[in-house]
Structures are given as C-alpha cells and as structure tokens.
C-alpha cells in the first residue's frame, strides 16, 4: 500500500501536462549534461596527477638504482656480505613461513 506522500506525488504526476513534462525533461538533461563535464574534468585532472606521478616515480627508480650501483662499486665487499645477510634472513623467514 502506498504512503500518503507517495499517493500525492502520484496525483501530482497524473496532473503535468506535456509543457510541464518537457520543462522537467530539460532539467534532467541539463543535469545530466553538468555531471557529465564535471566528470570529465575531474578524470582529467586524475590523469594528469597520476602522469606527474608516474614521471616523477621514473625519475627517482632511476636515481636511486644509480645510487645504489655507485655504492656497491665503491664498496664491494661490504655490499656482498649485506647481500648476503639479506638473502639469509630472507630465507630464514620463507622456511619459518612453510612450518
């Protein structure tokens, strides 16, 4: 059974004429043609933010790695037993997750 707002709403329906229901048809699509734009600008802000991102995120991996390759020239030895080390408790730790 409806509700008393439901049943008046449907009385109000029933009353429109075909110049109220073309004035609520251009509200609609006026709407639907805002939200639209508005989603549109903001994918398009998105894509630009994850562009500036993804440059910058490349810039620094490469950064970085070169850093990295310049102390392990420079310090072999250290940066083989921290490897090492590394691997090691790596290891310990996949053996342990098995059990």
């Given at each position: 059974?409806?509700?008393?707002?439901?049943k008046?709403?449907?009385?109000?329906?029933?009353?429109?004429?075909?110049?109220?229901?073309?004035?609520?048809?251009?509200?609609?699509?006026?709407?639907?043609?805002?939200?639209?734009h508005?989603?549109?600008?903001?994918?398009?802000?998105?894509?630009?933010?994850?562009?500036h991102?993804?440059?910058?995120?490349?810039?620094?991996?490469?950064?970085?790695?070169?850093?990295?390759?310049?102390?392990?020239?420079?310090?072999?030895?250290?940066?083989?037993?921290?490897?090492?080390?590394?691997g090691?408790?790596?290891?310990?730790?996949?053996?342990?997750?098995?059990?």
């Amino acid at each position: 059974m409806l509700s008393a707002k439901a049943k008046a709403a449907a009385e109000k329906i029933k009353s429109f004429d075909e110049n109220d229901v073309q004035s609520i048809s251009e509200m609609v699509r006026h709407e639907v043609e805002h939200a639209t734009h508005v989603l549109a600008e903001r994918a398009k802000e998105a894509e630009a933010r994850l562009r500036h991102f993804a440059d910058h995120a490349g810039d620094d991996v490469k950064r970085y790695s070169g850093q990295a390759k310049q102390k392990i020239e420079e310090n072999p030895v250290p940066a083989t037993l921290i490897a090492l080390g590394v691997g090691f408790v790596l290891g310990a730790l996949l053996i342990r997750g098995r059990d």
